[in-house]
């Protein structure tokens, strides 16, 4: 074969990308074993009938060609009155690219403000694609670490002297986050901001999960002072409406930003299909009712853990304040996440993912995904206490 490009070669760093026990898992399921798999950040439900239904009636209706690349206006315009309301900074449709997915957005809005080589900041623990998504847009990542008595939030000092360090453009943060469930709270996020004007850098806000909040409240720091002009927020909804599969999301920013992303989008992506588009605006459409009850079980079962937890004292939880996702702290059995993930799926047949797989600070930690039914949950992190508490009798 002839040399592929350094870029793409790079994209992993090498070693282990931190999926081994999720495939692991997934070759037990084909090979006809029974696993609890709570893994992956995917709902329990599929997309509601009533969304199939208008990608239905868009698709006979004859939206199936080329639909405009920034995306149908009517959409554009839902996402922006959506963000307007709920975060008080004024958007409108221009300041709305459309993109195939949260994950494409992560990747645009990298390439928009990274030139190749400059430093891109993220805060571990990351969303296991960070990493290799700067890498793809020629950038540099350097994690920024975090602290499990911090509630994993990182702080202000430590990326103030990273973005100085290595010059960086951007700093890239995940709240409600993946795969903590931390909720940066209004203060913490203010220092954010201050040190990206300080160290003139762009903040590119992952706020996939912004609907599922259980405890304080979602702030999008492109409301806060300043910040509208350096910020580009990733919105999704994959998460908020069950609809991972119809890969669909956004990116707000500087109207200048979103011109230049719609040129970058012109020659990668060349938009999302017109049927989903409309299924969206009418996912959109139906109002806070629909993201409740799809964010409900994952409310319901973030308590059950908690009061399943409360019944031991080996394994902690880090608090859980939103997404769908909570960090158990397993460190009193003296193995790795990994190693604990990899022995509880060979005794147990509970998949988890270990929190190294989510970068460093997580070491020690397992992820844990909200995404079965109560009683099965229920049970499955009893089993977890347990196998907990006879690995830290053998230590
Ligand atoms: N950001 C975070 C933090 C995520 O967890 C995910 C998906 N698990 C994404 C972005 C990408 O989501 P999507 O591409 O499905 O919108």
């Known amino acids: 074969m002839a040399k592929l490009s350094s870029r793409i070669t790079s994209i992993t760093s090498g070693g282990s990308d931190g999926w081994e026990v999720f495939y692991r898992a997934r070759k037990m399921v084909a090979d006809g074993e029974q696993v609890t798999e709570l893994t992956i950040g995917e709902h329990d439900v599929r997309t509601d009938n009533s969304i199939l239904d208008a990608m239905h009636r868009s698709a006979l209706g004859g939206h199936t060609g080329y639909a405009l690349v920034p995306g149908v206006h009517a959409l554009r315009d839902a996402v922006a009155k959506r963000i307007q309301t709920r975060t008080g900074a004024p958007t409108t449709a221009e300041n709305i690219l459309i993109t195939p997915g949260g994950q494409s957005a992560l990747f645009a809005a990298h390439m928009a403000v990274c030139s190749p080589g400059d430093t891109a900041l993220y805060v571990d623990p990351y969303y296991a694609t960070y990493p290799g998504t700067i890498r793809s847009a020629s950038a540099n990542p350097v994690a920024i670490p975090t602290r499990a008595r911090d509630a994993f939030l990182p702080s202000p000092d430590e990326i103030t002297k990273a973005s100085q360090t290595h010059n960086a453009r951007s700093l890239l943060i995940n709240s409600p986050n993946n795969p903590t469930g ?11 901001a201050q040190t990206c004007i300080d160290t003139d850098m762009w903040l590119i ?7 599922q909040i259980w405890e304080g409240e979602h702030i999008s720091p492109r ?27 956004w990116i707000v920013g500087p109207v200048d930003a979103i011109n230049c992303l719609i040129d970058l989008a012109t020659s990668t992506t060349y938009g999302v299909p017109g049927y989903i588009q409309d299924a969206s605006l009418f996912a959109l459409e ?21 009061d399943v937890l409360a019944e031991q004292n080996t394994v902690t939880a880090i608090p859980s304040n939103g997404a769908m996702y909570t960090m158990l702290d397993i460190r009193a059995t003296g193995l790795s996440g990994f190693d604990f993930a990899q022995a509880l799926l060979s005794e147990h047949k509970i998949a988890v993912m270990p929190g190294e797989s989510f970068g460093t600070s997580a070491a020690g930690h397992i992820r844990v995904a909200l995404t ?16 907990a508490q006879e690995l830290s009798e053998e230590t």
Do not use: W
């Open 286 to 306: 139906q109002g806070d009712a629909l993201e409740e009850q799809i964010a409900a079980p994952f409310r319901r079962r973030r308590a059950l853990i908690l």
């Open 223 to 249: 409301a806060l002072p300043g910040m509208i002009d350096r910020t580009l927020v990733v919105g999704s909804l994959s998460k908020s409406h069950a609809m991972t599969g119809s890969r669909i999301g």
């Open 372 to 387: 079965v039914d109560d009683a099965k949950l229920s049970d499955s992190v009893r089993t977890i206490c347990k196998f």
């Open 205 to 211: 806000s992952d706020e996939v999960y912004d609907t």
């Open 182 to 192: 931390s909720v940066y709270p209004r203060e913490n996020l203010e220092a954010i």
